[in-house]
């Protein structure tokens, strides 16, 4: 059956907090129906996470997990839980309680107005270091001049969007998620609600500077080709500079009688030079990844265990 609400949470190493944010999402969503869903997607956490889900879901048949056979990352287990949620509208929160439970009626507040996406911005963000801060603004503000659409500034993946978002979601082949990016992508009427953000509860994160380099390159790779522009204008811009370079040379050997000398000119400009073509290798590997990860077809997940009927039937 429909649900009204189902509520998505990628879990990695959540023992501590999943037990907390149940009752919180419980409290928050029960105020709104009781005809809802909490989808917990363990993503090969490595602490009793897994336990903590069955042991809830055991309790409360409205609670289903999916464990996944090992980290697949946080983009890919919400996708999971996109592909396999029921309700109308659908919720998508952090486990660790950054993203307050308590919202959950403001943002289905709009989704009843209308609204098909409804994505809480986080006006304060509190406990994180300054560096992943820096680096997330300083990302955005790029992203945004890199692509073409809208896309909302300083927010995350806590958001409500409806079933007709989620079917187009579910959709998008792309290997490569970049979940915030592709809800911007593709319009329909979204606003926003303001949150401050929390600390995270328990544990640390689950996202190393590592993982939001790879979501930072999908990000971009996903949404725009603008890089590759530049790498070719670079390229003409070098061979123009280099060409005059070279005539300057001919010139003053012949005409002037001077040679120019000099191990410094020699090194300054190969590595200028290498330094370019690199970064330009670079930028296209990050395409032809993509490319490659697309073409090669592979399952996004492989699921391990799931207390959802569907999915119980084909494991
Ligand atoms: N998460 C996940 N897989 C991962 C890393 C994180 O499912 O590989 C989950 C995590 O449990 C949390 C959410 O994604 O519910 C956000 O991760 P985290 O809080 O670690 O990121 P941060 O808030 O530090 O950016
Ligand atoms: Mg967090």
Redesign the pocket.
């Known amino acids: 059956m429909e649900k009204e609400i189902s509520v998505i949470?990628?879990?990695?190493?959540?023992q501590d907090?999943i037990f907390e944010l149940y009752n919180r999402l419980l409290t928050s969503v029960t105020s709104i129906t009781s005809n809802y869903e909490f989808i917990f997607?363990?993503?090969?956490?490595n602490d009793n996470s897994l336990l903590e889900l069955i042991k809830l879901s055991n309790q409360d048949d409205n609670v289903f997990y999916i464990n996944f056979s090992r980290?697949?990352?946080?983009q890919?287990?919400?996708t999971a839980g996109l592909k396999f949620c029921t309700g109308n509208s659908v919720v998508i929160?952090?486990?660790?309680l950054?993203d307050p439970p308590e919202l959950i009626p403001e943002l289905y507040g709009k989704y009843k107005e209308g609204f098909n996406v409804i994505y809480a911005k986080r006006e304060i963000r509190e406990g994180?270091t300054l560096l992943?801060r820096a680096t997330s603004k300083l990302f955005y503000r790029i992203l945004k001049r890199l692509i073409s659409f809208e896309m909302p500034l300083d927010t995350?993946?806590f958001r409500l969007i409806d079933k007709k978002v989620v079917k187009v979601l579910n959709n998008m082949p792309e290997q490569s998620k970049f979940l915030r990016g592709q809800v911007a992508w593709l319009g329909f009427k979204q606003t926003h609600v303001l949150f401050n953000r929390d600390n995270?509860k328990n544990?640390?994160?689950?996202?190393s500077y590592g993982?939001?380099f790879k979501l930072a390159m999908d990000g971009i790779t996903g949404f725009s080709d603008i890089p590759l522009v530049f790498v070719s204008r670079l390229g003409l811009a070098i061979s123009f500079l280099s060409f005059i370079v070279i005539l300057y040379a001919i010139f003053a050997h012949f005409v002037l009688k001077e040679t120019i000398t000099g191990w410094t000119s020699l090194i300054i400009s190969s590595l200028f030079i290498g330094g370019i073509q690199l970064l330009s290798v670079g930028i296209i590997g990050e395409y032809i990844s993509r490319i490659n990860k697309n073409t090669n077809n592979r399952p996004l997940y492989i699921i391990d265990k799931s207390n959802i009927q569907d999915l119980k039937d084909n494991i």
């Open positions: 949470v990628p879990v990695y190493n959540e907090n997607v363990n993503d090969g956490s980290n697949f990352g946080h890919i287990a919400v929160i952090d486990a660790d950054q994180e992943k995350g993946d995270r544990g640390k994160s689950g996202y993982k939001m």
